[in-house]
């Protein structure tokens, strides 16, 4: 494992460090937040600037092609750039769906006319694109996808898509969407599913925003009702839809690590020892340093992970499973680190940020947030499934739909 910057990864840390410093404020403390006053439809018209400044900048994505206008650059200068980008107060985050796991199909999977049109507005930001996967029914396993999509029989060269998606992240902004369908239930679950990108402006399309604890709407539900979307929208083969999704779930994976806030045990321990605790600083009181040792190492686990990962890409080889892994301890990480928070606060702990200052925000995103990560992209059961059979080596879960037509499944 190599912890250190080779000289041509030093050299770009400190031009990205350079090109932040020109266009964007340091934070002034770790946990800052980007606009915490501004409306979501605010810090995204935010980010979607900050998106183009650096597409025009060269660092709108780091890893893509040259000739997709990409940097074209490794996955350690990726993850430099986060790194250096996370001490800057910016709106980050907004295009992770978007570029992070829709593109690199829409890249992998799309005729290049498709791509000659989409790849340069998504890549600044002026398209928002949204990832249409999920179904009440259909979240952990999407081989149960039920939205259809069916051949037109009036004589046009497309398709009616009819279904309801769900947790559809920014769906309510985007102006594009990916959506896994249905064109052959008589088929195993995986082989009659094929994907489908269409303007979220299409009739028949209705966005519904979902309410979550913490008051915003980042994901909705979305109904189609005979939807039109020509041949041409296609993406991939027919019935390859699965093959398209992967390629953004495994984009996902490989981006998952950098989550982390590099200081928190740092502001942890802050807020250990300005809290009071049996008349002296929570700093005493061994069963505190305790959890704040745990915080320490969880987060200095997941970066030696990240480099051994990284490590691996170095060498022209895929990182392997044990990434996945990262995931879960992530989540669980940045929850203890708000339950630890709260604990500190005693009774005065199940206040906002209203009552408790701004500082406080980061904890209240970070006890919602890492509660969904825990869900999102492979739930904790799912991700351990993977390691038990891909990692350790235990049996599969035994599959009873192997081979079986999807219609012929039980419901
Ligand atoms: C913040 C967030 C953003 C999201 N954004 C999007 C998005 O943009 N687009 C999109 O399509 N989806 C999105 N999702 C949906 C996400 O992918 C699903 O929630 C996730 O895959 C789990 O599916 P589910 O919610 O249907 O739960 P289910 O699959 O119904 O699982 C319910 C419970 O059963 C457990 N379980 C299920 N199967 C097994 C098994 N085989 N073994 C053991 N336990 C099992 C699960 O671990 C879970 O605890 C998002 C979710 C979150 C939280």
């Not at 497309?158 to 249905?182: D, S, Y």
């Not at 979307?229 to 991939?236: A, E, I, L, T, W």
């Amino acid at each position: 494992m190599d912890f250190q910057d080779s000289p041509q990864d030093a050299q770009f840390r400190a031009e990205c460090s350079q090109w932040l410093g020109a266009h964007a404020q340091l934070k002034t403390r770790s946990d800052e937040i980007f606009g915490p006053d501004l409306a979501p439809a605010e810090r995204l018209q935010a980010a979607r600037q900050w998106q183009a400044q650096k597409a025009a900048a060269g660092y709108g994505a780091i890893t893509w092609p040259q000739a997709l206008g990409g940097r074209g650059g490794s996955a350690a200068q990726e993850l430099i750039w986060r790194q250096e980008e996370a001490r800057f107060c910016v709106p980050s985050g907004y295009f992770s769906v978007s570029l992070g796991m829709v593109l690199p199909s829409i890249l992998a999977h799309a005729s290049e006319a498709v791509r000659q049109a989409h790849v340069a507005p998504a890549l600044q930001g002026e398209h928002l694109w949204c990832q249409l996967l999920s179904e009440p029914d259909a979240g952990s396993d999407l081989g149960m996808v039920r939205t259809r999509a069916q051949r037109c029989t009036d004589g046009r060269d497309g398709w009616l898509i009819n279904g309801q998606k769900v947790w559809t992240t920014l769906a309510q902004f985007a102006e594009f969407g990916l959506v896994l369908t249905r064109t052959d239930p008589e088929v195993p679950k995986f082989d009659g599913l094929t994907s489908f990108f269409l303007n979220m402006q299409s009739p028949g399309i209705d966005v519904r925003p979902i309410r979550q604890a913490n008051g915003e709407s980042e994901f909705n539900e979305v109904f189609f009702q005979d939807v039109f979307v020509p041949d041409s929208q296609r993406v991939g083969a027919l019935g390859a839809g699965w093959k398209v999704t992967l390629t953004g779930l495994m984009s996902e994976r490989l981006s998952i690590g950098a989550t982390m806030p590099p200081d928190l045990w740092r502001t942890a321990a802050a807020m250990m020892d300005a809290a009071p605790w049996d008349g002296q600083s929570a700093l005493h009181d061994g069963r505190m340093r305790e959890r704040l040792a745990d915080l320490y190492l969880n987060t200095h686990g997941l970066w030696l992970m990240q480099c051994r990962g990284l490590t691996e890409l170095s060498k022209g080889r895929a990182p392997g499973p044990e990434l996945s892994v990262g995931k879960i301890i992530a989540a669980r990480t940045l929850q203890d680190f708000s339950y630890l928070a709260m604990d500190l606060q005693g009774s005065a702990g199940v206040l906002g940020h209203e009552e408790q200052g701004q500082a406080w925000r980061q904890v209240e995103q970070l006890w919602f947030g890492s509660a969904s990560m825990r869900i999102a992209g492979g739930t904790d059961e799912i991700v351990k499934n993977s390691v038990g059979e891909r990692i350790l080596g235990l049996p599969p879960e035994p599959r009873t739909d192997k081979g079986v037509a999807f219609n012929a499944l039980p419901r």
